[in-house]
């Protein structure tokens, strides 16, 4: 079907619509950063981590934009306007856009840390302000299996490295640990991936030997928290909850429940250790093992 449009010059169509800036955080709009979160949304696969590595030249242009900067001045004037607001803010960071798979945020990088940490997600880091980013960097050993702690795992020194402002670090978190060695904290635009890995991994700077690990992701701890309590409440009622959680991804998570389950009764745990000792994790299959031969010696 013919319209009045066809009809007319090129030059007197009118230009189609530009897309309007999408709303992040706190009701913000920038064009250069809706076109950055657009492109993230449109290439970056979940389902491919290392697609994440595609999107540097459009963080590179965020980075030598106002965006961030806009984005700060109107936080800070919310802020002012309604002191009761909390927004976004995390304990070091403001969270400026979540989205599937991936976040950008303003990261205030802490002073030097006693421990040197592994890193759970693959990122982009660029100093915000006049500061450089200065940090030492130690390659991850062969041997090192994040999902599996080890005190004998050790660092190896890798160098050391100097991103001015205006510059871009990529954290190669497969392959390296990073220690940033700032006299104060200072402010990062960071744009980084959901967490790959199940731990974070604490080194010690004297010797570079493995000193503990942690859950990466804070909804790991709280579950795990969860579950002590609800075992150490003992109701029946707590049952179904925890075994709902007894496939959970996290090992550290699915042991918490068998051990809570424990402290409900032993017909409750003992279906959940007789699967846990064909466990995927190593961990969970010796202690599940362990403990059915303590029960067997309690009969």
């Not at 979540?98 to 880091?125: D, K, N």
């Not at 062969?142 to 795992?153: E, G, I, K, Q, T």
């Not at 497969?174 to 790959?196: C, E, I, M, N």
Request: charged letters at 20%; one cysteine or more.
């Amino acid at each position: 079907m013919e319209t009045l449009l066809q009809h007319l010059p090129q030059s007197a169509r009118p230009a189609p619509a530009a897309p309007l800036p999408m709303r992040l955080n706190g009701g913000f709009s920038h064009p250069q950063m809706s076109r950055f979160i657009a492109e993230v949304e449109r290439r970056y696969r979940r389902d491919d981590i290392d697609s994440f590595w595609e999107l540097e030249d459009e963080f590179r242009q965020l980075v030598q934009s106002d965006a961030v900067l806009q984005f700060l001045r109107q936080e800070l004037a919310q802020m002012v306007e309604t002191p009761a607001r909390i927004g976004q803010w995390r304990p070091n960071q403001l969270i400026i856009h979540r989205g599937r798979g991936f976040a950008l945020s303003v990261w205030m990088v802490e002073q030097e840390r006693r421990y040197i940490h592994s890193t759970s997600f693959l990122g982009m880091c660029a100093p915000i302000g006049a500061d450089c980013l200065d940090y030492a960097i130690y390659k991850l050993p062969p041997d090192y299996r994040n999902s599996m702690f080890d005190p004998a795992v050790k660092l190896e020194p890798a160098g050391t490295g100097l991103t001015a402002p205006g510059g871009v670090l990529l954290l190669q978190s497969k392959q390296y640990a990073y220690d940033f060695q700032g006299t104060r904290p200072q402010p990062v635009l960071k744009f980084a991936t959901a967490s790959f890995e199940p731990m974070e991994w604490l080194f010690s700077k004297d010797s570079l030997q493995a000193w503990q690990a942690n859950d990466s992701e804070l909804v790991w701890t709280q579950l795990r928290v969860a579950a002590y309590v609800l075992g150490r409440l003992a109701d029946e009622s707590s049952r179904a909850p925890l075994e709902q959680l007894s496939s959970h991804p996290n090992h550290a998570v699915r042991w918490a429940v068998i051990q809570s389950l424990g402290r409900l009764s032993r017909s409750a745990v003992m279906p959940k250790l007789e699967t846990a000792i064909n466990d995927p994790h190593p961990h969970i299959r010796r202690a599940a093992a362990r403990t059915l031969q303590q029960l067997a010696l309690t009969q």
